[in-house]
Every structure is written in C-alpha cells, then in structure tokens.
C-alpha cells in the first residue's frame, strides 16, 4: 500500500474552506430559516465553522511561524483529524439542542424528536466525507444521553456551548502543560464564536 503524505495544502483546500471564506460571507445577506431543512444546513454548516476556525486558530497561535511546517507530519496530520472530527461532533450536539430549545421556547416548537432526526441525518451524512465511523457512534450515544436529560424550557440559556468548549480543550494536539496554561482562552475563544452563532441564529429562525 502506497503511503500518502498529507501538506498543509491538502487542508487549504478542504478543512480551510470555511474558514478561509468565513469573513466574505459575513458581509452576504442571510435568509430566514423557515424549514428544518434549511435549519439542518445552518447546523451543520455553522458547526463546521466553529469547529474549524477555533481548532486552527488555536494551533496557528500555539506554533507560532512553525505552524505551516508540522502538516508534513503524518503523525501530526493524524491528530489533527481525529481532533477536527471529535470537536464537531460536540458543536453539533451544542448547537442542535440549543436551536430546539430556543425554538420551544421562543416558537411554541414541541416536536423535538426532529432534534435527533436531524442530528443523526447530519452524521450520517459525513460518512461520505470520512467521518470516522467509531466517532459518529459514540456521537449518537452521547446525543441520546443528553436528550434524555435535557430540560428544553432552560438549555438555551444555561451554558449551552460549554460542551464544545471543553472538547477543544480536550482533544486539540498540544501539549497537555501548554493547554492548561491556555485553558480559559481557549475556552474564552469558542464561546465567542458561538455568540456571533448565536446572535445569528436569532436574527434568522422564523418558524
């Protein structure tokens, strides 16, 4: 089997899309979201987004001018993909069970069994982009564990994207006395992204 070393420009153009493209399409005019399947794009795509720009700016600030140089490492390579997948598999259950909370509260939305159609339809389809299949299931197992507990009439305003922000601390390849050192950025730097989601979000639902 040929072995296949990965640069940092296999990443330009497929993981850095998002985030390469994020500030052009801030200034375009976003539509309403008035179908779930206009909210499972908003979702998916914003949790990439977050997901993304997060875990590369935080590798980008911790490296410094080496940053580009580590991508010829397949090792490193290897890290950074499982911890994109991992990372994203949170922001989505974040932002899945914030959105359906705002929704009942703010819209009289009670169907909440679309949370997890839409949750399971999103991973399901990332399989076609290599999602790691071991990730995707325990995604699902801890999606039915927080939807369970779930209290809708409260997730969106308590902490709801605490989840994703410890998982960037948890899973992005640095150094475990780096990280701590970095701990409260880190997590300062998620929650911000998830306010402009957020703020978004509430701008755009119209159900």
Known sequence: MTKKNFTWKDLSLSDFKIYLFSLFKAIIPKSKIKTLDELEN????KSAWVSQVTLYSYLKTRMGTRYVLHFDNDEFMKSVN?????????????????????????????????AKEIFFKILDDET????????????????????????????????PFNPSALSLFKWAPIADELKNLDRQIILNS???KWDVIKKEFQNRIQF
């Not at 908003?42 to 795509?45: N, R």
């Not at 949170?90 to 679309?114: E, G």
């Open 42 to 45: 908003f979702i998916q795509t």
């Open 82 to 114: 499982e911890a994109k997948w991992n990372i994203y598999s949170v922001a989505l259950q974040d932002l899945t069970l914030f959105s359906f909370s705002f929704m009942k509260v703010y819209f009289s939305f009670n169907k909440m069994d679309k």
């Open 128 to 159: 076609t982009n290599n999602m790691p299949l071991n990730i995707i299931d325990e995604a699902k197992k801890n999606f039915e564990e927080r939807f369970i507990k779930i209290d809708w009439e409260k997730y969106y305003k308590e902490r």
């Open 190 to 192: 998620v929650i911000l």
